[in-house]
């Protein structure tokens, strides 16, 4: 019964296994990227612009090449400070939406200040992170936990309002606890609603890392496209970019295999 009602309280939509698609999906994404590159290529070679303005596709992918050890060097911190800042940001929202659930008062005394936190600019703040907590891990953490708390937090929070009322009227009536209508309905019928905003918590993670390295660190992705800038190595910035792009999408394609493997029934086409 139990999972009947999980079920019933996840959107129709959502229920639907679309099953693989490979190419169908990523086959026009991957078109036109083609296509932009192809015409980059052109555009570069036709007007004989300089490396130092605008490299070429195949020189920044020659140069990310030469120099992929210390892009694989500057990777690795950024890569653990995403991850540390996420799972951080992650129990948080978690802690916070399951106490906002439970607790009406909660939701009228928090929401607002959710809504605040947005409003907080991350370019103002992350200079004085690095002031009041160095050059270390934990300013890292703080920018990556503004940015992607947001999101997954109110992702949770309306999954959880949006549990069909027949459901929980139902488990109820056969003397569940508050606790058992969150368990076997509430928190499956929340799962969609929690990956779309993990999702988008994901990608602006590594943005969000990078930013703080940016603006000052010992090493990462950030830090390396800083110095090569003022070095006027146009071709190795956007070589880091191409990496930083890369990981944003492997991070969310890996949400759909956590999705998989944890929430099934949550899947949407």
């Given amino acids: 019964m139990t999972t009947r009602l999980a ?9 639907r296994d679309p099953g693989p698609r490979g190419v169908g999906r990523t ?10 590159l192809v015409a980059w290529q052109v555009g570069v070679e036709v007007s004989g612009v300089r490396p130092q303005v605008l490299p070429s596709p195949l020189r920044v992918l020659e140069q990310g090449w030469a120099y992929r050890e210390q892009l694989w060097a500057n990777t690795v911190p950024t890569l653990q400070a995403t991850a540390v800042g996420f799972t951080v940001s992650l129990a948080l929202a978690w802690a916070l939406a399951v106490a906002v659930d439970f ?4 939701r009228r005394a928090l929401t607002p200040l959710l809504v605040a936190s947005q409003t907080l ?12 907590l160095g050059f270390g891990l934990a300013p890292k953490v703080v920018v990556i ?3 992607t708390f947001f999101p997954m937090t109110v992702g949770l929070i309306e999954g959880f309002a949006s549990t069909p009322r027949q459901a929980t ?6 003397g569940a606890s508050r606790w058992a209508q969150f368990r076997y309905v509430r928190l499956p019928g929340a799962m969609p609603r929690f990956f779309t905003s993990l999702r988008i918590g994901i990608t602006y993670a590594v943005t969000g890392a990078i930013f703080a390295e940016y603006v000052g660190a010992t090493a990462g992705l950030g830090i390396f496209m800083s110095v090569q800038k003022n070095s006027f190595r146009t071709d190795l910035v956007l070589a880091a970019v191409v990496v930083t792009a890369l990981l944003s999408v492997a991070l969310f ?3 759909f295999l956590v999705q998989r493997a944890l929430a099934p029934w949550s899947r949407d086409g």
């Fill in 145 to 147: 936990a503004l940015v």
């Fill in 7 to 15: 079920r019933d309280a996840t959107p129709a939509r959502a229920r």
């Fill in 169 to 174: 009227s139902l488990l109820r009536s056969m």
């Fill in 27 to 36: 086959g026009p994404a991957l078109l036109v990227v083609a296509g932009l």
């Fill in 103 to 106: 607790s009406p008062w909660l």
């Fill in 253 to 255: 394609a890996l949400t």
């Fill in 121 to 132: 600019p991350i370019i103002a703040i992350a200079p004085l992170l690095i002031i009041w």
